[in-house]
T-cell receptor, first 111, second 116 residues
Framework: EDKVVQSPLSLVVHEGDTVTLNCSYEVTNFRSLLWYKQEKKAPTFLFMLTSSGIEKKSGRLSSILDKKELSSILNITATQTGDSAIYLC???????????FGQGTILTVHP | DSGVTQTPKHLITATGQRVTLRCSPR?????VYWYQQSLDQGLQFLIQ???????AKGNILERFSAQQFPDLHSELNLSSLELGDSALYFC???????????????FGPGTRLTVL
């Protein structure tokens, strides 16, 4: 059974800090790894990493996939209070669309 | 706003009852996915439909069923409800049915189900 583990489970920082969130996975026939941000309700898509795209960046957020170590990191620089959310990592390991999610990292950014 | 719509937003019902959750995918998306999110289990995949056909199944209970209609909207039916079915139910959609590049899933706002 596919497994995704995120760490830390919870993180409290101050505005301006840089954070690194971790995701490790055990997936049969790995296809992709996705990062989502969940605030009040629906997860919103951040990045998708695949064998052909192991590094993505958007503004202050960036993510790297390490296929050798079966892991990924999500970096957020110069954090803002609006970055406070649950960050979810998910992987897909079949030819279809099923995603296996980690338990999430709760990030709290204080002013 | 992801473009995925779900109704209703909230649903309160009693044990033993049956409910139907509805999802409309983003315009042009052929795949619909259903997920359940609870505090102890996290976000769990239930089932996927692609262009009207079931494509993949997760740990979906036999009391639960889903379908995707010709207009591509989908319904998740939950029957003989138990207290433990209380959760947030998300629908997501994607343009294709596989995990190819650029086939990310976009989530709807969810339906919060409370079983009393």
């Amino acid at each position: 059974e596919d497994k995704v583990v995120q760490s830390p489970l919870s993180l409290v920082v101050h505005e301006g800090d840089t954070v690194t969130l971790n995701c490790s996975y055990e997936v049969t026939n790995f296809r992709s790894l996705l990062w989502y941000k969940q605030e009040k309700k629906a997860p919103t898509f951040l990045f998708m990493l695949t064998s052909s795209g192991i590094e993505k960046k958007s503004g202050r957020l960036s993510s790297i996939l390490d296929k050798k170590e079966l892991s990924s990191i999500l970096n957020i620089t110069a954090t803002q209070t609006g970055d406070s959310a649950i960050y979810l990592c998910a992987t897909g390991g079949t030819s279809y669309g099923k995603l296996t999610f980690g338990q999430g990292t709760i990030l709290t950014v204080h002013p | 706003d992801s473009g995925v719509t779900q109704t209703p937003k909230h649903l309160i019902t009693a044990t033993g009852q049956r409910v139907t959750l509805r999802c409309s995918p983003r315009s042009g998306d052929l795949s619909v996915y259903w997920y359940q999110q609870s505090l102890d289990q996290g976000l769990q995949f239930l089932i996927q439909y692609y262009n009207g056909e079931e494509r993949a199944k997760g740990n979906i209970l036999e009391r639960f069923s889903a379908q995707q209609f010709p207009d591509l909207h989908s319904e998740l039916n939950l029957s003989s409800l138990e207290l433990g079915d209380s959760a947030l139910y998300f629908c997501a959609s994607s343009s294709q049915g596989t995990l190819s590049s650029y086939n990310e899933q976009f989530f709807g706002p969810g339906t919060r189900l409370t079983v009393l």
